[in-house]
């Protein structure tokens, strides 16, 4: 039987592991090829380990397991032309473009480079910018396709009214850049949305609550719990009895937005957050 999205590609930042590989096999297995890009470098403000080629290698192998093409490239979506090389390339292999998940994201909330401005200027250049970038590259050759398409971007929790800093003991420039970034995405996507309706192109945003990944399962998250105050441990509990949702969670989202079942689905938040925000 034929996937929900047999015959369809898709763009992908940030995709070599964590909701990125989750969401290139998930689109994979509904019979889309994938276009990716990720940095595979470290960036200095983040503390934690970011992706490295042989993760990238990886997301390529997995997908290749389910006999789907994909082409990938080591790029940065601050840097438009990076992301562009890689694109070209994957639309003269594939042909086409339907969907981009504008999912690239770092978390430099926490540790002593999070107290930095420089950290600041990291979430925003890329968690906002380069959202921007993702989508002004993309949406003119789903336009001149003329066949509609979807473009969804990963938000979060940070990014829906709740503030994230409860105490000083949390709060941090890192943090600050972050959630601004975050509910920033929120009006980014609902211009985005207006304008290019009348393309049929739909776009929306996804806010997660925790997501079992390498940005939250590491050696600095672990530490910050375990010497946080109980005040800030408040932020972001969710109403159902988990600490996380997996990645899958979000997959599942990403290819319902994308799918023919949300066809009319435009300019909304939505939150996979295990009623995060009822509390």
């Not at 993760?55 to 562009?84: H, K």
Request: aromatic content about 6%; charged content about 20%.
């Amino acid at each position: 039987m034929a996937g929900r999205l047999e015959g369809k590609v898709v763009f992908i930042t940030g995709i070599a592991r964590g909701q990125g590989r989750s969401h290139a096999v998930r689109f994979a297995e509904e019979g889309a090829d994938v276009i990716g890009i990720d940095i595979c470098e470290q960036i200095s403000t983040v503390e934690y380990p970011l992706a490295t080629k042989s993760d990238l290698e990886e997301t390529v192998r997995q997908v290749e397991a389910l006999d789907r093409r994909i082409v990938v490239g080591q790029a940065d979506v601050r840097d438009r032309a990076s992301m562009e090389a890689v694109l070209d390339t994957g639309l003269a292999e594939l042909g086409r473009l339907d969907f981009v998940l504008a999912n690239a994201g770092i978390m430099p909330i926490w540790g002593e480079q999070s107290r930095t401005m420089q950290a600041w200027h990291d979430c925003l250049d890329v968690l906002l910018t380069g959202v921007l970038n993702t989508v002004e590259l993309t949406y003119p050759h789903i336009v001149e396709q003329g066949r509609g398409g979807a473009i969804v971007i990963t938000s979060s929790m940070a990014g829906v009214e709740k503030p994230m800093m409860r105490t000083e003991s949390s709060h941090t420039l890192g943090m600050l850049g972050y959630t601004t970034a975050k509910s920033a995405l929120k009006s980014l996507m609902r211009n985005y949305a207006s304008l290019l309706a009348a393309q049929s192109i739909r776009v929306n945003s996804v806010h997660p609550t925790g997501v079992k990944t390498g940005m939250i399962e590491n050696d600095l998250m672990a530490n910050y719990f375990e010497s946080t105050t109980a005040e800030d441990l408040l932020t972001l509990v969710n109403a159902m009895p988990i600490d996380a949702v997996d990645p899958v969670d979000i997959s599942n989202m990403m290819v319902f937005l994308c799918s023919d079942e949300a066809r009319y689905f435009t300019g909304h938040v939505l939150r996979v957050d295990a009623g995060a925000d009822l509390r």
